[in-house]
């Protein structure tokens, strides 16, 4: 996807500041959509929405630190800026640490918030093709039976095929099998790849039980 396919989700409870900042970005040729407060914007939130979200921290009703507490239980995983008139460093470091990419204090510059816009756009695209590869690779992992990925998950530890054998009480003629299929299922073409699978996967911390 384009960086000029992302939307600017603007947020704020002052109709002069939303017309503003709207302008401002749209003489950018980027796209922007404004709420007036966090709550209307929930009820608009769709998982298929890109971009960044550019939002005031100090509103009435849910706040702009809860509205990033908010995204993250829908799994929204759009960058968020924070603008604020009187913003104090406790709150700017606790946005921070919550993932926000900026926090700017008003009035802002024009190039101070493109800038964080368009770092925010590149965050956002990485965002996406992690989550996207995360997908992918749990779709290859859900082919495998319990058992392989319990030989999987002992294989990437670096266990030969006797240990495993062993460990599981089966014997090293049906470890190989299994070690076949799962080259097959995950489409994983040597080692390397399969340890990076399981890592993606959480599988290298798979428990198995005797």
Request: with cysteine; hydrophobic share 40%.
């Given at each position: 996807?384009?960086?000029?396919?992302?939307?600017?989700?603007i947020?704020?409870?002052?109709?002069a500041?939303?017309?503003?900042?709207?302008?401002?970005?749209?003489?950018?040729?980027?796209?922007?959509?404004?709420?007036?407060?966090?709550?209307?914007?929930?009820?608009a939130l769709?998982?298929d929405?890109?971009g960044?979200?550019?939002?005031?921290?100090?509103?009435?009703?849910m706040?702009?630190?809860?509205?990033?507490?908010a995204?993250?239980?829908?799994?929204?995983?759009m960058p968020?800026?924070?603008?604020t008139?009187y913003?104090t460093?406790?709150?700017?470091?606790?946005a921070?640490?919550?993932?926000a990419?900026?926090f700017?204090t008003?009035?802002?510059?024009r190039?101070?918030?493109?800038?964080?816009?368009?770092?925010?756009f590149?965050?956002?695209k990485?965002l996406?093709?992690t989550?996207?590869h995360?997908?992918?690779?749990?779709?290859?992992?859900?082919?495998?039976t319990?058992?392989?990925?319990?030989?999987?998950?002992?294989?990437?530890?670096?266990?030969?095929?006797?240990?495993?054998?062993?460990?599981l009480?089966?014997?090293?003629r049906?470890?190989e099998?299994?070690?076949?299929?799962?080259?097959?299922?995950?489409?994983?073409?040597?080692?390397?790849?399969?340890?990076?699978?399981?890592?993606?996967?959480e599988?290298?911390?798979?428990k198995?039980?005797?």
């Open positions: 996807m384009s960086l000029s396919e992302f939307t600017v989700f947020i704020d409870d002052d109709a500041v939303r017309r503003s900042l709207k302008l401002l970005i749209e003489q950018e040729n980027l796209r922007v959509q404004d709420f007036d407060n966090a709550e209307v914007f929930l009820k769709k998982p929405f890109t960044c979200i550019v939002t005031d921290i100090n509103m009435p009703g706040d702009g630190l809860q509205l990033q507490e995204l993250y239980h829908h799994q929204c995983t968020v800026i924070f603008l008139g913003g460093i406790p709150r700017s470091v606790r921070i640490k919550a993932g990419v900026d700017l008003k009035p802002i510059t190039e101070k918030l493109l800038v964080s816009i368009r770092a925010a590149v965050e956002c990485k996406m093709e989550n996207r995360n997908c992918e690779a749990k779709s290859r992992l859900s082919k495998l319990e058992r392989e990925k319990e030989v999987m998950a002992l294989v990437v530890q670096g266990f030969s095929s006797k240990e495993i054998a062993t460990q009480d089966i014997s090293h049906t470890v099998i299994h070690r076949g299929n799962i080259m097959h299922k995950t489409g994983a073409a040597n080692l390397l790849e399969l340890a990076q699978l399981a890592h993606d996967t599988l290298d911390d798979y198995y039980s005797n």
